[in-house]
């Protein structure tokens, strides 16, 4: 099982707590993991170090805390640093600038573009009222502008008619035509992409860009792009420019790295996530969450741990057969949750939960909102029995539904949906670890 950088630290500085100032000794035991940590969250090595004296520098000789170790004070540091890198705030997709505003999309080949233009698509749609108008510049492959004209009618989004033979270029400026001549507030341009970065690939972009003279230029490339992602991200500004990045496949197995490597290497902000093949998968940019990501996943061996102490017998019985089968609904959510109230709340809890961190733990008593899991209960009371059973049937009208029936908001619920894949996710993969595992987890 995964060892979250704050364990490490722990162990290093198990019995230092409360002792005055870091030293340059400790701080430097405590780089040591943090490198480590990062390069296992596949950050790469130039931003790594650069980060690692960033932090020294901020660490040294800084005060101990009384309630807290200095391991977990270093955590501390290193998460502020991560999100100060990744920058503060969620970037929002500009659209200021006349109509119609044109977006384009460059990456790599798979990296995600016809799927991301669909689903930004979508969103300033539903959003924002607006009339977009998706093109595929994509002349390499047929299927994919087929590709894109499916997705686009799957948002409910006008398309631009396929002409076979036209050149990239050529379907640029009769996008842009089309978009100003139908009225269209917004024209977003993907484009082909390629499996490496080459002079070809660069080029044709850079053509592009020059004739559609787009408002932004938004970089998709994978979360699991690992070391190549300070050199693709900076051949793309070099060449185009780019506006923002987007990040995808958030919901894979990755750590994030890439989100820190490409931010470091641009300074350009990472405006979105794609978080799933679904057109709604696509979210707000939060550094706060991928910092805690690339620290660690949280500790799912703790959470049960301390939850064995507190579950009867018999709900821990049921609780390991449905995780020997890999199974987590929300009815077993919301008896999580009913059992972390009775735990004494979110201080101790929410550094445990897969994705939250254990970093949470280390800020215990800083803006922890105590009600947030009667809010959490009191939505899954609003779904249905076959809801909880089946997370897969809450599409966005049985969200503002469940919205409305639980006092809460839309983003709640797909906030507490997000942290039941993470714990679904984690569970599957515990239960992977089979029987042995399992017993050891409920003492037997
Ligand atoms: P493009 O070549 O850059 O246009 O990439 P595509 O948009 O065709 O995406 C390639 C594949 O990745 C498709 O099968 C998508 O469904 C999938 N994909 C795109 N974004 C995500 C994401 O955020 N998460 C997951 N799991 N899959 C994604
Ligand atoms: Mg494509």
Do not use: Y
Request: proline letters at 3%; a positive charge; charged letters at 30%.
């Amino acid at each position: 099982m995964f060892e979250s950088l704050s364990d490490r630290l722990g162990k290093i500085f198990d019995g230092l707590k409360g002792r005055g100032a870091l030293s340059e000794g400790d701080v430097d035991m405590a780089l040591r993991e943090v490198r480590r940590a990062l390069i296992e969250a596949d950050v790469s090595l130039e931003v790594v170090r650069a980060f690692v004296e960033q932090v020294r520098e901020r660490a040294v000789g800084q005060e101990v805390t009384r309630s807290v170790t200095p391991g977990q004070q270093v955590v501390k540091i290193v998460h502020d640093e991560l999100v100060s890198v990744l920058g503060e705030d969620a970037v929002p997709v500009s659209l200021n600038a006349p109509s119609p505003v044109p977006i384009l999309m460059v990456g790599l080949q798979g990296a995600g573009k016809t799927t991301v233009s669909a689903k930004i698509a979508k969103r300033l749609k539903d959003r924002q009222g607006k009339k977009v108008l998706l093109a595929s510049l994509d002349t390499r492959r047929p299927a994919a502008m087929e590709q894109l004209a499916i997705l686009g009618r799957q948002v409910g989004v006008d398309n631009l008619p396929i002409v076979p033979g036209e050149s990239a270029t050529d379907i640029a400026k009769r996008a842009i035509r089309e978009a100003r001549l139908g009225g269209f507030d917004v024209v977003i341009l993907d484009t082909a992409g390629r499996t490496h970065i080459d002079e070809e690939l660069m080029a044709e972009t850079a053509q592009i860009k020059a004739l559609a003279n787009p408002h932004e230029v938004l970089l998709v490339a994978d979360a699991l792009t690992g070391q190549d992602a300070v050199n693709l991200a900076r051949s793309f500004d070099q060449r185009v420019d780019v506006t923002g990045i987007v990040l995808t496949r958030v919901d894979g197995d990755g750590r994030g790295g890439a989100a820190l490597s490409m931010r470091a290497a641009t300074g350009k902000p990472i405006k979105l996530i794609g978080t799933g093949e679904k057109m709604d998968a696509l979210e707000d940019f939060h550094p706060g969450r991928i910092a805690d990501r690339i620290l660690g996943m949280g500790d799912i061996v703790s959470l049960v741990e301390k939850a064995r102490e507190h579950v009867t017998a018999e709900d821990a019985e049921r609780m390991a057969k449905k995780l020997k089968k890999g199974v987590f609904d929300l009815e077993d959510l919301r008896s999580q949750l009913q059992q972390m109230k009775k735990m004494g709340g979110m201080g101790g809890l929410m550094g445990l939960m897969p994705g939250a961190g254990q970093l949470k733990k280390a800020m215990a008593g800083t803006n922890i909102d105590e009600k947030v899991f009667d809010r959490q209960i009191a939505i899954i009371n609003s779904m249905t029995k076959k809801e909880r059973a089946n997370p897969d049937l809450l599409n966005a009208s049985r969200r503002k539904r469940i919205a409305a029936g639980s006092g809460t908001e839309v983003s709640d619920i797909n906030k507490l949906m997000k942290q039941h894949r993470q714990m679904a996710d984690m569970m599957k993969k515990v239960s992977k670890g089979g029987p042995g595992a399992l017993a050891g987890m409920f003492g037997g």
